[in-house]
């Protein structure tokens, strides 16, 4: 297994807010020269201005071919040339069951969830390459247990869970590493994004999910990255679904 991050390239989409903001942080702080995108450019300025030297951005939507192409290039720029680790972690959710599901709004998360990450990593393929690098989707626990009312969102991520697997077995001879994390409940913007909830209802969204989790508390973007860094350094696993999400996949039930 490598040993570390220091000095290795990483490029994460979504890094202006909630898991991949705080991806960047953690793994800035291993030394590790992270490179964020998104769609706000105040966001994630602010956010790579108080990460320091080690974040470059690069504002972008993950939908746009030439926006991702730039997000490469800024990567690699960052990296002296390298990238070391791509990180798929931009994501927008879908509130909807059947009977309010709209092309639109399919198409949308669709596009966003799993034809961008997919032609991101197309586009990268030869950079992680020359690096053995590896590359990790964010897959969520709504592919653990089903949860009415988030249809779109489900079969989302259900694709990029199978797409990831798929990948590993693909680009193994080039010995690119493909995994994916399925993160429990982490509050973040995710939800408000489609529900118009003010950032301190959102969060009191999340930590009223607490008791679904044995471990008895909800995520920090801190717990998905230490697990993002295991995935980048660690040379013999690929295809990998890590659930890391205080055991709320398990479906626990107290009786
Ligand atoms: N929070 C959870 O409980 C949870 C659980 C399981 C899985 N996840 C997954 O974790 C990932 C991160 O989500 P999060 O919870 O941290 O939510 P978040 O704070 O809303 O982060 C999502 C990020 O993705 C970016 N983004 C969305 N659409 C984009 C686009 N078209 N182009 C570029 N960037 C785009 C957003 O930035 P801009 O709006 O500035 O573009 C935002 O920074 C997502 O894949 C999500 O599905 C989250």
Redesign the pocket.
């Known amino acids: 297994m490598s040993t570390s991050v220091e000095g290795r390239s990483i490029l994460i ?10 991806a960047a942080r953690y793994l800035a702080s291993r030394g590790a020269r992270v490179t964020i ?4 450019a105040d ?2 300025q602010e956010v790579a201005q108080s990460i320091g030297p080690l974040c470059n951005w690069v504002e ?4 746009v071919a030439s ?1 991702r192409q730039r997000m490469l290039e800024a990567a690699l720029a960052h990296g002296q040339g390298t990238l070391f680790g791509l990180i ?6 879908h509130h909807s069951g059947l009977a309010g599901l709209d092309e639109a709004g399919l198409a949308r998360v669709m ?3 799993v034809h ?1 990450p997919l032609f991101l990593t197309q586009l990268a393929l030869e950079d992680l390459a020359r690096s053995q690098g590896s590359v990790i989707f ?5 592919t653990r247990l089903a949860l009415p009312g988030r249809l779109a ?1 489900a079969a989302s ?1 259900g694709a990029i869970v199978n797409a990831s697997r798929v990948l590993a077995a693909e680009l193994g001879a080039r010995k690119v590493r493909v995994n994916c994390v ?9 939800n ?2 489609v529900t118009g909830q003010d950032p301190q209802e959102a969060k009191a969204f ?1 930590r009223n999910l607490a008791h679904l989790h044995p471990i008895g508390r ?2 920090e ?1 801190e717990d ?1 990255a230490q697990a993002m860094e295991y995935l980048l350094l660690a040379d013999w696993t690929t295809g990998a679904v890590l659930d890391v999400d205080g055991g709320m996949g398990l479906g626990y039930t107290k009786l």
């Open positions: 989409t979504g890094g202006g807010s909630g898991i991949g903001e705080g995108s998104g769609r706000r966001r994630i972008g939507d993950v939908c926006d798929n972690n931009a994501g927008i959710t596009a966003t969830n961008a964010i897959g969520s626990v709504h969102y991520k399925i993160p429990g409940a982490v509050a973040t913007e995710i408000a994004a999340f909800i995520g973007p998905i």
